[in-house]
């Protein structure tokens, strides 16, 4: 199983699609049905074409490898 130090080394620092958003942000994620959950640290993001349904933001949460939308985070 990879592990977060080995996954993080996978993933870009530069976000692919234009928003405010760089490594190191403190975020709140908020989800399909209004619940937040944070705070979280930006660790990285998606490959330009790797992109799925708009999710490009990887999260320092239990669910690191699953990307998260940058319109779900709000900055602290």
């Known amino acids: 199983m ?3 130090q080995n996954f993080k080394k996978q993933l ?5 699609i ?9 975020v709140i994620y908020k989800n399909d049905f ?16 790797d992109i799925s349904g ?3 933001v990887y999260l320092n949460s239990d669910s690191y490898w699953f990307p998260v939308k940058a319109d779900q985070l709000t900055k602290q």
């Open 2 to 4: 990879t592990n977060l």
């Open 12 to 16: 870009n620092s530069v976000a692919p």
């Open 18 to 26: 234009e928003c405010d958003l760089k490594v190191g942000d403190r």
């Open 34 to 49: 209004g619940i937040k959950f944070g705070p979280f640290e930006v660790i990285g993001f998606e490959k330009k074409e």
């Open 54 to 56: 708009g999710r490009f």
